[in-house]
C-alpha cells in the first residue's frame, strides 16, 4: 500500500497521517472502538474521523441496513424521482431539531452543507446585508467558498470568494457586537457551537445566548456550523442545546452517517428558507447535487439516528465524556508542569500540553528531522507518535494549536478504553 500511496496518491491525501508514520500500518479490520492492523495489532480510536465515527467502526446494525441496499434493487438516487427515504431522514431529523428547524436539505459533505448555508442566509438576507462574520480559528471546510470562513492562511491561501467577510474572535461577545453595530452589511453569523479544528474550545458561558440576542437585536442570521460537534457528540444531539438557544440555520455532517457513509444536512428555519428560495423558480435555484439523498446514505443516516437512541448514545457520551475529562485532570494535576489545560464537552475533549519545545529545545531540534516545516515543533504530535507506539492509541490533532491533542473517541466507548 505504501509503495501505490507514493506513486499515485496525492501527497496532500496523506501527508498528514505520513508525518506520524501511520503510512506504515495496514488496516486489517476495524470494530467499535478499535482498528485491528495486519498482525491483529488493536489500535484503540480516539481520533475518530474528528467526530463521524459515532456508533464505532461497522455497527452491525449499519451494516445490516447495507446489505439490505446490496441485496435487494432499490430505489437511490434522491435527485430524479421522490424517494422515501429522504422524506423519512428529513421528518426525523426535522423532528429532532427544535421546531422552527424544519426545512431540510441534503448532501454529501461537511463543506458542502456550509456553502448551502450560507448562500441560502446570504440570498433569505438579500445583497446589501449579505456580509459574513465567521470566528477567529474556525474551521469549515476545504472547499473554496467553505474556505472564505474558514480562519487559516495557511489553509486558505488566496481563495477568499465572498465579498464581504469579516472576522470576529470566538467568545467575545462584545467584539460581535461592535462589528455588528458598525457594519450593518453583515447579515450572517457563522460559528462552530464548539470550536473542534481551534482545539476543542469550548462557548464560554452565556456566549451564545449573547449571540441569540445580538443576532436577534441586529437582524443577522446565525449559522450553527455542527458538522462536528452535533450529532450526540456533546451528550446533546444538537451542542446547541447545551445553551437553551436556537440559531436559524444548523449544519450536520460527519456523525450524521454513522461513520459508514458520507451524508450531510442543512436544517433551516422555514420562513428564512421560503424567503431564500419560494417558489419554483427559486427552489430550482439550489437544487440537490448528484448524489444528494442518496438511498443507502438516508437509510445508513436514519439507523444511525435510532440507534443513538436505542442504544441510550447521548447519555453515554455525557457520562463517558465526564469520565474522559475526570481522568484527564487527574494526570493534569500530577503532572501540571506537563499538562496546561484538560477541556471538552462530552466526547470532544482536548488535552493542551505546556510548550516543552520552549523550554526544551532539543525536542525541536528532533522533531525537525521528522516533520516538515509547518508542523515542527509541535508537542501534540510528539505525544500522539508516543501514545500510538506505546499505547496502541490514535489521536487527533490541529494546526491551529500544536500543543492540544484531541479525542474523539466514537459514543459507544466503555470506561476501560479510557482508562486504557
Ligand atoms: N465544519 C466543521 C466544523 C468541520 O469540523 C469540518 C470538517 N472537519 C467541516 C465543516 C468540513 O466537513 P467536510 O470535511 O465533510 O467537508
Known sequence: IGRLYRQHVSPGQWA??????????????????????????????????????ALGHNHPRLLAVRRGFQDQQRHELGLTLPSQYVAALSRNLAMLAPEDLDRVMLYCTGSEAVEAAIKLAERAQGPRR??????????????????????????????????????????????????????????????ETVQGGAGIV?????????????CDRYGVLWIADEVQCGVGRTGRFFAFEHAGVTPDIVTLAKALGGGKTAISAVLARRDLHDRAYGGTRGALVHGPSTFSGMGEACCTAIETLHVLHDENLLANAAEQGDYLLARLRGLRDRHPQLIREVRGS???????????????????????GVLDRP????????????????????????????????????????????DA
Open 16 to 53: 498528514a497521517f505520513g508525518l506520524l508514520g501511520l503510512d506504515r500500518i495496514t488496516v486489517d479490520h476495524a470494530e467499535d472502538v478499535h482498528y485491528v492492523d495486519r498482525s491483529g495489532r488493536r489500535i484503540l480510536d480516539f481520533f475518530g474521523g474528528f467526530g463521524a465515527m
Open 202 to 214: 469550548l462557548p464560554p458561558p452565556g456566549y451564545l445566548q449573547r449571540v441569540r440576542e445580538l
Open 130 to 191: 449579505a456580509g459574513v462574520a465567521y470566528a477567529r480559528k474556525s474551521f469549515h471546510g476545504k472547499t473554496i467558498g467553505a474556505l472564505s470562513v474558514t480562519d487559516s492562511r495557511f489553509y486558505r491561501g488566496r481563495f477568499e470568494v465572498l465579498p464581504r467577510r469579516r472576522a470576529v474572535p470566538f467568545g467575545d461577545a462584545e467584539a460581535l457586537e461592535e462589528l455588528l453595530r458598525r457594519d450593518r452589511g453583515i447579515g450572517v453569523l457563522i460559528l
Open 375 to 418: 508542523l515542527r515543533g509541535s508537542v501534540a504530535m510528539l505525544t500522539g507518535s508516543q501514545l500510538l507506539s506505546e499505547h496502541g492509541v490514535l489521536v487527533g490533532f490541529t494546526d491551529y494549536n500544536r500543543n492540544v491533542v484531541r479525542l474523539e473517541p466514537p459514543l459507544t466507548v466503555q470506561p476501560e478504553h479510557i
Open 346 to 368: 462530552g466526547l470532544m475533549a482536548a488535552v493542551e500540553f505546556t510548550d516543552i519545545s520552549a523550554s526544551f529545545p532539543g525536542i525541536t531540534g528532533l522533531l525537525a
